[in-house]
């Protein structure tokens, strides 16, 4: 799985953003692209953390940092989000064909796919190191 953690979507406000810090009305935030800090108020912006969004399938919902994960992985040119609609669904279909197409509109697509192109770009597709906090048996 890709690591997601602090990574913001914002109404209003094109691109990604890394948190930096919290306030009471709203955030500051870090673009991913350009470095540029700047604070989005809560009564104008909506945030979505990355970590937190996932993609409809038949069985359930699959993590976007799962689906980041298998774009990496996979051998398939990522087309460009102003692709049109055939080759970015063919595209996706491949990467993750267990999508729900009836709740997973095109829209939806595109913007995963320019969300991965930004962090691609930005050498920021880190894997998430798995760590095992209750390992039974274990002694000092």
Not at 3 to 15: H, S, W, Y
Not at 47 to 63: K, R, V
Request: aromatic share 8%; net charge negative.
């Amino acid at each position: 799985m890709i690591e997601l953690t602090k990574l913001l979507a914002i109404t209003g406000m094109p691109g990604l953003y890394e948190l930096v810090a919290n306030r009471a009305d709203g955030a500051i935030v870090k673009s991913v692209e350009n470095g540029l800090s700047k604070f989005a108020p809560l009564r104008k912006h909506q945030f979505s953390l990355l970590e937190t969004i996932s993609i409809y399938t038949h069985s359930d919902s699959t993590p976007l940092s799962e689906v980041f994960y298998t774009m990496k992985k996979s051998d398939l040119d990522v087309p460009s989000a102003d692709a049109d609609q055939k080759t970015c669904i063919e595209y996706f279909q491949k990467i993750l064909p267990d999508y729900d197409p009836d709740r997973v509109t095109i829209g939806d697509i595109k913007k995963c796919i320019k969300w991965y192109s930004i962090l691609f770009k930005n050498e920021r597709l880190i894997e998430k190191v798995k760590s095992e906090s209750n390992e039974a048996g274990k002694e000092d």
